[in-house]
């Protein structure tokens, strides 16, 4: 049985960056187990191809979650990225860290441990290879490229001139310290392609030899002997094998499938363990609780004009814009299809953002309720940032290979459902505005008969749907909070050598989109698994509003 320093369980977005980091610069050998294969598909690269994975790919698990209550017993699909790289190689691309405050919850939640925004804020830094914004918020020589669309189109630029002429201010930098307003977004992208966590982090050591990759593998359980993770029973080939670890097994599988994994290995909530037949090795019933994710509704218009992306992913159109992108890398398809968005608070236009409102230059729906005829259209999707309703994963059944049951609870709360009609009708006022008013034509979805807070919870019940962020399902937290799965170094509460480092590990849910967090958490976590002082919090003070602690 091969024995390795680190077992890393998950190729994901934290684990190519703890694999490649302990190999790099600790000399560690390492195993990295990746469920799914190589994402060798050349839409990976393209921008706009990951459009092609959202109705099913093989870099993807389609989960299905058990009826939604809140929904009429809907069961929208929520996809999680299965090859090399994780979502990094499937998601679309958007480089958000959230707001200052979502760390202070983190840091409170810990103990103030070093979790706040001034202390995650050096690892994003440090990552981070921008293209346009250099200063104390952003990196500029980091091996994560991130840059803004090369390509525009005439929608994006209509809405964010609209906003602005109903008084919301232009931001330069969703990233700079202060998120509310409009503005454009930057992607993990260089030079008109996917920049994803293999190939920033774990393409550049692939071929050190302390570095044991392989795919395909399913983890079926963690080994824990007298109290210590000390290796992984994996499946592979019709075979199943064991790896031993003289050093840490660091769990980097997702919010679905790593809580899922731990209650294999007997770390759960010991009724729910034993009812499949589970020997319990650590009482742990905060494992697969804790679910969030955010979610978003539209509202669709059809316009008067070609001004998006409609027909431009089908015949000629098509043929055309990938020999552009193939000659040149430039053209519609480097956009990621979302490259504006505004975010606003409607409750209190001052205070921090609660909702993050994308602007799709095209007709988008992605609902198993509702049709709609494709055509030229803009969608403006309105994804809550907290949502403040919780969900769950557990067993389906002792079998590694079943899928987990999940439970999103989406709408689950009242005030997420209130906070999700506001953002329909903040979305038909930007509609009203000028130029967007222009161009279009009329209102598709909800439709203008639509106009009670009954008639649009209505809608929001048919057509949410996940903004594709799960996390915290193996939160961390002080010894004192029993659903605490997570020290707050990351280590698994009862058990010695084991670690969870991706955004299963989120007390909170983050105001944006979670990559770019799930990479700086991974780099982190390899100065807590290895004892090197983490990097000192960055001075900024004075330089952030009052919100950032």
């Known amino acids: 049985m091969a024995e390795y320093d680190y077992i890393v369980v998950g190729g994901g977005s934290s684990g190519c960056v703890a694999a490649a980091r302990l190999v790099r610069e600790h000399g560690a050998r390492v195993l990295l187990l990746e469920a799914g294969g190589r994402a060798t598909s050349m839409l990976v690269d393209m921008p706009a191809g990951f459009i092609k994975f959202l109705k099913g790919h093989p870099y993807l698990t389609m989960h299905q979650p058990v009826p939604q209550k809140a929904l009429g017993g809907r069961q929208p699909i ?213 679910l969030m994710d955010h979610h978003e509704v539209p509202v669709i218009a059809a316009t008067n004009g070609a001004y998006g992306y409609h027909g431009e992913d089908r015949g000629l159109r098509m043929i055309k814009n990938g020999l552009q992108w193939l000659l040149f890398k430039s053209g519609p398809v480097t956009s990621n299809g979302v490259e504006a968005c505004v975010f606003i608070n409607p409750d209190d236009p001052g205070a921090d953002a609660s909702i993050q409102l994308y602007c799709v230059p095209t007709v988008y729906m992605d609902s198993d309720t509702v049709r ?94 996940t903004n594709y962020h799960p996390c915290g399902t193996c939160k961390m937290g002080r010894d004192d909070d029993p659903m605490a799965v997570l020290r707050p170094d990351l280590s698994v509460r009862g058990v010695d050598g084991l670690r969870v480092i991706d955004a299963s590990m989120m007390p909170a849910i983050v105001s944006g989109n979670t990559n770019a967090t799930a990479l700086a958490v991974g780099d982190r976590a390899v100065d807590l698994i290895t004892g090197t002082p983490t990097l000192p919090p960055a001075p900024l003070a004075n330089r952030l509003p009052e919100t950032v602690h």
């Not at 505005?433 to 009329?442: F, S």
Request: net charge neutral; proline share 6%; aromatic share 6%.
């Open 78 to 290: 929520v996809p999680q990225g299965k090859a090399l790289g994780g979502s990094s190689v499937v998601n679309g691309m958007v480089y958000i860290r959230g707001q200052a405050d979502d760390y202070a919850i983190w840091d409170d939640e810990t103990g103030h441990a070093g979790w706040s925004f001034r202390h995650m804020l050096p690892y994003f830094t440090k990552q981070e290879g921008n293209q346009r914004i250099g200063g104390p918020m952003h990196g500029v020589m980091g091996p994560l490229k991130v840059s803004d669309h090369i390509h525009k189109c005439d929608l994006s630029y209509a809405f964010v001139a609209a906003l602005q002429n109903i008084g919301v201010p232009f931001n330069p930098d969703f990233n700079g310290g202060r998120q509310t307003g409009v503005g454009f977004l930057q992607l993990t992208t260089h030079k008109g392609r996917r920049c994803s966590a293999y190939r920033a982090f774990l393409e550049p050591v692939a071929g050190d030899p302390n570095l044991v990759i392989e795919t395909d593998a399913t983890v079926s359980k963690v080994i824990v002997e007298g109290g210590r993770a000390t290796g992984v029973e994996y499946m592979t080939s019709g075979e199943t094998k064991r790896a031993r670890t003289g050093g840490e097994v660091v769990v980097a599988a997702g919010a679905y499938q790593t809580p899922k994994l731990l209650m294999l290995s007997g770390i759960g909530d010991p009724a729910h363990l034993k009812a499949h037949g589970i020997a319990v090795q650590v009482d742990l019933p905060g494992v697969g609780q804790n």
């Open 372 to 465: 709609i005829e494709p055509t030229n259209g803009v969608t403006l999707n309105s994804c809550l940032l907290r949502p403040k309703a919780r969900g769950s994963v557990r067993l389906r059944s002792a079998d590694p290979t079943a899928l987990p049951v999940i439970d999103n609870n989406y709408l689950g709360h009242e005030d997420d459902l209130r906070l999700s009609i506001a953002g329909l009708r903040y979305s038909r006022e930007i509609l009203t505005a000028e130029p967007l008013k222009g161009m279009v034509a009329a209102e598709l979805l909800p439709g203008t008969g639509a106009v009670s807070d009954e008639e649009l919870a209505e809608h929001c019940r048919r057509t949410v749907k």
